[in-house]
């Protein structure tokens, strides 16, 4: 069936270096993906809103000049999570829809990142 | 904005049945979810409903709604340890790109 790749699964960064995670549709296209934020034992959090080929959608109170995305293509957002801080320690997961059906069970997770910056 | 709440905790015996409740109260939701999420993992669709919807059987999993309190329940028969995971309660808006707003989540545990 289909599945969301992200990568890489937990990640451990120094503060004040830039990580990217990655999110793949792999076998199908999807013009909006999401990221999402979890801290522990809490809810996610919905950051951004990706759009293929332009700027993506930021939620209130996210900033969008430390957690960039890109959406260059069909099948592939980035989040940059740049200057890293201890605060920015978190479980990101993205979830991707395939845009040829709108059903709701059409849309899929990735299986998370979890940074820690030290 | 939209706000969707669920319980924290919830313990049950093994065998029973698991009754998770969530309110939510976007009146444009379309869809409503149950995902679940296991330590450290992503999360798994498990059901959802359509909002023209009162209830929804899969095996195990009922999902009802009521729309017009908007309150949605996952009842989960014959609890299993396997069952233990973290619930989480969702709901979206119609549009092409909607986002979905996720509870707080409910801790499942079993007890033997």
């Known amino acids: 069936g289909a599945v969301v790749s992200q990568h890489p699964s937990w990640v451990i960064c120094k503060s004040g270096t830039s990580v990217k995670i990655e999110c793949r549709s792999l076998?199908?296209?999807?013009?909006?993906m999401f990221w999402y934020r979890q801290f522990p034992k809490q809810s996610l959090m919905l950051m951004a809103t990706s759009n293929e080929g332009s700027k993506a959608t930021y939620e209130q109170g996210v900033e969008k000049d430390k957690f960039l995305i890109n959406h260059a293509s069909l099948t592939l957002s980035t989040l940059t999570v740049t200057s890293a801080h201890p605060e920015d320690s978190s479980f990101y997961i993205c979830?991707?829809?395939?845009?040829?059906?709108?059903?709701?069970?059409?849309?899929?997770f990735g299986s998370g990142t979890q940074l820690s910056v030290l | 904005g939209e706000d969707v709440e669920q319980s924290l905790f919830l313990s049950v015996r093994e065998g029973d049945s698991s009754v998770i409740n969530c309110t939510y109260t976007?009146?444009?939701?379309?869809?409503l979810y149950w995902y679940k999420q296991e330590p450290g993992a992503g999360l798994q669709l498990l059901t959802y409903?359509?909002?023209?919807?009162d209830m929804k059987q899969d095996q195990r999993l009922t999902v009802l709604l009521n729309k017009k309190d908007k309150h949605l329940s996952l009842r989960i028969a014959d609890t299993q340890t396997g069952d233990s995971a973290i619930y989480f309660c969702?709901?979206?808006?119609?549009?092409?790109?909607?986002?979905?707003?996720f509870g707080s989540g409910t801790r499942l545990s079993i007890r033997p």
């Open positions: 976007d009146s444009s939701s379309t869809y």
């Open positions: 076998d199908f296209q999807a013009t909006t």
């Open positions: 969702a709901e979206e808006g119609y549009s092409s790109a909607s986002k979905i707003i």
């Open positions: 409903i359509f909002s023209n919807m």
């Open positions: 979830s991707a829809r395939d845009q040829l059906n709108r059903e709701a069970e059409k849309l899929f």
